[in-house]
């Protein structure tokens, strides 16, 4: 026992058993407890080797005998492995006196972390950490790497230095649901087969409609054809996206991709003019490994999907089930939110219930111009002259090329590629929601401004795959959640709602612009609920635009020269009802 914790004992039994448990609380090795280093400790990886400290002066520090001793005391806590007791040796000393030691067996993170644990509760022992393998951070030879500013060390990038030294994307597969995919030397090695599921002859340029050849026939289109746009030479979009998310790296050409040993499914939902919301639906489902009729199975189901695609309008069931269904097979969707410099409340499908809706950022990290935003952001990723994979040709493919694109559509893909590199190294498969939370919690502040809101903020691939790595799942959810709201269509009726006394339901509704009326009704079945309607922003028992009065289920809102945009509407119930229909129309 120290000298600080001695205790002098009288003659009388009950000080005398005070005196005694006062000093066997300070003779516990836990009043001397060493500092325990955690950090390297990963579920799928083996540790062997460890730094012990000792205290200054202690019989450990100065010989190995001693604190061999000092070892196996720890070792004894480890259960059998094999059959076989865990040995601890001492290797050598450092030049700065602490001790490398090695086990006779590679340890789990677990055990590695029980015995850190054991050698702390030494008294003679000052610190205890793992052994940590380093190495040369790598460097890969794509000669172009340099004018992908969104992969370099800036404060506006992705962070994606580091995430590469301890992932590479290696066994996941995203798909690109886009216009297709040409031929391309830094693309084909990570592409596999994918699906056409453009339906439209006119569309698709192809002219064999739905098959299982994913190449992009080209999209451009002369003046005039596609309502009001001028004429437009082909995109090549699907490439370029493809590129961003797993261009072939360290091949000493072109460029890298954010995770450049991912899998690559192209869907080609988008042609001339864009695509058809039936046709994106059911190529979400089937990249998701989901049943579509008449398509073969996706033999090779994504884990991630990328939407780099949109339109003004609400989510729509369509979508919405096609979402719900990517995220019960496993799948998290990725949708770039939209460039038109507006909430991203307005714009589908990144507004679709649990979808990771990203928007744009420049090299000065702040959000770039066009960018959509608002509370619906998920986070932001880099997508102004972001370069990536393309095509020459004017109308048909020729030959590979690269160039600079801007938009939203070009940030989904960095962040489809940090979820490819997150589940690469995750000790088991990440749900969509652990990777949404995960996202959101290892995001970092814009450099710059963003005005309107860009989410949790910029991604940062560095923090989140390494918390990936780690087993990390994210912060638990919120035990008390604000209700997800879903999507009301102009004049099309919810019918047969139900609930019980104090739930609510919530419901958000667009109203576009010059709108001349809003009407908003409750009505049918029985029970009593309250209606409560508000612009841009939730309403409360207080705070509304309005709120009808009485009992019972039939209450309407109606307001003249509504504002557009965004309307909430709050469903409560004072009494347990069924049958419920709730219906809004803009006029």
Same mark, same amino acid.
């Given at each position: 026992?120290?000298?600080?914790?001695?205790?002098?004992?009288?003659?009388?039994?009950?000080?005398?058993?005070?005196?005694?448990?006062?000093?066997?609380?300070?003779?516990?090795?836990?009043?001397?407890?060493?500092?325990?280093?955690?950090?390297?400790?990963?579920?799928?990886?083996?540790?062997?080797?460890?730094?012990?400290?000792?205290?200054?002066?202690?019989?450990?520090?100065?010989?190995?005998?001693?604190?061999?001793?000092?070892?196996?005391?720890?070792?004894?806590?480890?259960?059998?492995?094999?059959?076989?007791?865990?040995?601890?040796?001492?290797?050598?000393?450092?030049?700065?006196?602490?001790?490398?030691?090695?086990?006779?067996?590679?340890?789990?993170?677990?055990?590695?972390?029980?015995?850190?644990?054991?050698?702390?509760?030494?008294?003679?022992?000052?610190?205890?950490?793992?052994?940590?393998?380093?190495?040369?951070?790598?460097?890969?030879?794509?000669?172009?790497?340099?004018?992908?500013?969104?992969?370099?060390?800036?404060?506006?990038?992705?962070?994606?230095?580091?995430?590469?030294?301890?992932?590479?994307?290696?066994?996941?597969?995203?798909?690109?649901?886009?216009?297709?995919?040409?031929?391309?030397?830094?693309?084909?090695?990570?592409?596999?087969?994918?699906?056409?599921?453009?339906?439209?002859?006119?569309?698709?340029?192809?002219?064999?409609?739905?098959?299982?050849?994913?190449?992009?026939?080209?999209?451009?289109?002369?003046?005039?054809?596609?309502?009001?746009?001028?004429?437009?030479?082909?995109?090549?979009?699907?490439?370029?996206?493809?590129?961003?998310?797993?261009?072939?790296?360290?091949?000493?050409?072109?460029?890298?991709?954010?995770?450049?040993?991912?899998?690559?499914?192209?869907?080609?939902?988008?042609?001339?003019?864009? *695509?058809?919301? &039936?046709?994106? #639906?059911?190529?979400?489902?089937? /990249?998701? @490994?989901?049943? =579509?009729?008449?398509? %073969?199975? !996706?033999?090779?189901?994504?884990?991630?999907?990328?939407?780099?695609?949109?339109?003004?309008?609400?989510? *729509?069931?369509? &979508?919405?089930? #096609?979402?719900?269904?990517?995220? /019960?097979? @496993?799948?998290? =969707?990725?949708?770039? %939110?939209? !460039?038109?410099?507006?909430?991203?409340?307005?714009?589908?499908?990144?507004?679709?219930?649990?979808?990771?809706?990203?928007?744009?950022?420049? #090299?000065?990290?702040?959000?770039?111009?066009?960018?959509?935003?608002?509370?619906?952001?998920?986070?932001?990723?880099?997508?102004?002259?972001?370069?990536?994979?393309?095509?020459?040709?004017?109308?048909?493919?020729?030959?590979?090329?690269?160039? #600079?694109?801007?938009?939203?559509?070009?940030?989904?893909?960095?962040?489809?590629?940090?979820?490819?590199?997150?589940?690469?190294?995750?000790?088991?498969?990440?749900?969509?929601?652990?990777?949404?939370?995960?996202?959101?919690?290892?995001?970092?502040?814009?450099?710059?401004?963003?005005?309107?809101?860009?989410?949790?903020?910029?991604?940062?691939?560095?923090?989140?795959?390494?918390?990936?790595?780690?087993?990390?799942?994210?912060?638990?959810?919120?035990?008390?959640?604000?209700?997800?709201?879903?999507?009301?269509?102009?004049?099309?009726?919810?019918?047969?709602?139900?609930?019980?006394?104090?739930?609510?339901?919530?419901?958000?509704?667009?109203?576009?612009?010059?709108?001349?009326?809003?009407?908003?009704?409750?009505?049918?079945?029985?029970?009593?609920?309250?209606?409560?309607?508000?612009?841009?922003?939730?309403?409360?028992?207080?705070?509304?635009?309005?709120?009808?009065?009485?009992?019972?289920?039939?209450?309407?809102?109606?307001?003249?020269?509504?504002?557009?945009?965004?309307?909430?509407?709050?469903?409560?119930?004072?009494?347990?009802?069924?049958?419920?229909?709730?219906?809004?129309?803009?006029?």
């Amino acid at each position: 026992m120290s000298t600080h914790c001695r205790v002098l004992t009288r003659s009388h039994p009950v000080a005398a058993a005070v005196a005694l448990a006062v000093a066997g609380f300070c003779a516990s090795p836990f009043s001397h407890a060493g500092n325990v280093d955690l950090q390297g400790l990963a579920g799928n990886t083996a540790h062997q080797q460890f730094i012990v400290t000792y205290r200054s002066g202690s019989a450990s520090a100065s010989s190995l005998a001693g604190a061999a001793r000092s070892l196996q005391r720890a070792a004894d806590a480890l259960p059998r492995k094999g059959g076989r007791a865990v040995q601890v040796h001492a290797l050598r000393r450092m030049a700065i006196g602490s001790m490398v030691v090695r086990t006779s067996v590679p340890l789990d993170a677990a055990e590695a972390e029980q015995l850190l644990r054991a050698l702390a509760q030494q008294e003679e022992v000052d610190a205890v950490q793992l052994d940590a393998i380093l190495r040369p951070s790598w460097n890969p030879d794509d000669p172009r790497l340099g004018e992908q500013w969104s992969f370099g060390a800036s404060n506006a990038a992705l962070g994606i230095r580091p995430a590469w030294d301890i992932a590479s994307g290696k066994g996941v597969v995203v798909a690109v649901i886009d216009t297709g995919i040409t031929r391309h030397p830094d693309l084909d090695a990570n592409m596999l087969p994918g699906y056409d599921f453009i339906s439209d002859p006119a569309i698709s340029r192809d002219g064999d409609g739905r098959d299982g050849d994913a190449s992009d026939a080209g999209d451009w289109y002369p003046s005039g054809e596609c309502g009001s746009a001028g004429g437009s030479r082909s995109s090549w979009h699907g490439t370029h996206v493809a590129g961003t998310v797993a261009a072939s790296t360290d091949n000493g050409i072109g460029v890298a991709g954010t995770a450049f040993n991912a899998k690559v499914v192209p869907v080609r939902v988008l042609g001339r003019c864009g *695509g058809f919301q &039936s046709d994106i #639906a059911d190529g979400i489902v089937w /990249a998701a @490994g989901g049943r =579509v009729p008449g398509v %073969a199975d !996706n033999p090779h189901p994504a884990q991630v999907v990328n939407l780099s695609l949109g339109g003004f309008g609400s989510c *729509g069931r369509a &979508s919405q089930a #096609a979402v719900d269904t990517a995220i /019960a097979h @496993g799948a998290s =969707v990725i949708v770039a %939110a939209g !460039n038109s410099n507006d909430d991203v409340a307005r714009y589908r499908p990144a507004n679709c219930r649990g979808v990771v809706a990203v928007a744009a950022t420049n #090299a000065a990290g702040s959000r770039a111009s066009f960018s959509n935003y608002g509370a619906r952001i998920t986070v932001a990723a880099p997508g102004e002259s972001i370069l990536s994979t393309l095509n020459d040709g004017q109308q048909g493919p020729a030959q590979p090329s690269y160039a #600079a694109y801007s938009g939203t559509s070009m940030a989904a893909p960095h962040v489809a590629g940090v979820v490819a590199l997150m589940q690469s190294v995750a000790p088991k498969p990440l749900l969509p929601a652990q990777v949404d939370a995960l996202l959101r919690s290892a995001a970092g502040p814009l450099p710059g401004t963003c005005t309107g809101g860009c989410g949790a903020g910029l991604v940062d691939a560095a923090v989140v795959v390494a918390r990936a790595a780690a087993g990390d799942t994210g912060p638990d959810p919120d035990p008390d959640p604000d209700p997800d709201p879903s999507d009301l269509e102009n004049d099309v009726p919810v019918r047969g709602l139900s609930g019980t006394a104090g739930s609510e339901r919530w419901y958000t509704f667009n109203v576009p612009a010059g709108s001349n009326m809003l009407v908003v009704q409750i009505g049918e079945g029985s029970g009593d609920v309250d209606l409560y309607t508000r612009h841009a922003v939730r309403p409360t028992d207080t705070e509304y635009n309005c709120r009808p009065q009485g009992t019972g289920n039939s209450k309407t809102c109606v307001r003249v020269w509504p504002g557009s945009g965004t309307w909430h509407i709050r469903i409560k119930a004072i009494s347990d009802y069924s049958g419920l229909l709730v219906k809004a129309k803009a006029e």
